[in-house]
């Protein structure tokens, strides 16, 4: 079975500082992994995901995440915060198998981003 | 282009009544995902549509939640004899493919409180 773990439900940062979401992940198979961005009372946008090919993903607004096989890790940064980026980030694994992207979500971190 | 649309946007509702969610989907898309966002279980899959296959319903929790798939394309979501833990905000997605490769696409999602 697959799992997320993201580590820390609020992580508050000041503006301008870096921001470091941790997930750690559970998969028996070569997984598919996923940044999620939910703003209030909105859908989830996708940041970004990583399917096998370069490790280091680069996302939109900024954000990029690396995929660590030996630490399955696949924690998602940005080096400099912004105001706009306070939100509620999620990641998620996909396994691919039996013709199904659907996803295990994490629970869920609050960034919240300081003046 | 329009992006996936649900209706109604907010739903209230008296246990043991019956309610019916909708997600129009992008259109082109094949696949079509419902999740259940909620305070205590987080973000969770309920059932996969894709093509004229048959539906993937390993996550709906019980036999009151049914979801159908018109013409390939809209989908309802329904919910018999509502309890006060269906409370949650229902979100549904939409990609072009099944497999994880293809992004989802995310409505801005219902939001069912059951009085």
């Known amino acids: 079975a697959q799992s997320v773990t993201q580590l820390g439900s609020h992580v508050s940062v000041s503006e301008g500082a870096l921001v470091l979401l941790r997930c750690n992940y559970s998969?028996?198979?070569?997984?598919?992994l996923f940044w999620y961005v939910q703003y209030p009372n909105q859908g989830l946008q996708l940041l970004l995901k990583y399917t096998s090919a370069a490790t280091l993903v680069k996302g939109i607004n900024g954000f990029e995440a690396e995929f660590k096989k030996s630490e399955t890790s696949f924690h998602l940064t940005k080096p400099s915060a912004h105001m706009s980026d306070a939100a509620e980030y999620f990641c998620a694994v996909s396994s691919g198998s039996g013709n199904t992207g659907k996803l295990i979500f994490g629970q869920g971190t609050t960034l919240q981003v300081k003046p | 282009g329009a992006g996936v649309s649900q209706s109604p946007s907010n739903k209230v509702t008296e246990k043991g009544k019956d309610v019916e969610l909708r997600c129009d989907p992008i259109?082109?898309?094949?696949?079509l995902y419902w999740y259940r966002q909620s305070l205590g279980q987080g973000l969770e899959f309920l059932i996969y549509?894709?093509?004229?296959?048959?539906?993937?319903k390993s996550g709906l929790p019980s036999d009151r939640f049914s979801a159908e798939r018109t013409g390939g394309s809209v989908s309802t979501l329904t919910i018999q004899r509502t309890q006060q833990e269906d409370s949650a905000v229902y979100l549904c997605a939409s990609s072009l493919g099944g497999q994880p490769v293809y992004e989802q696409y995310f409505g801005p999602g219902t939001r069912l409180t059951v009085t």
């Open positions: 549509f894709q093509g004229n296959s048959a539906p993937d």
């Open positions: 998969s028996s198979v070569p997984p598919y």
């Open positions: 259109s082109g898309h094949t696949a």
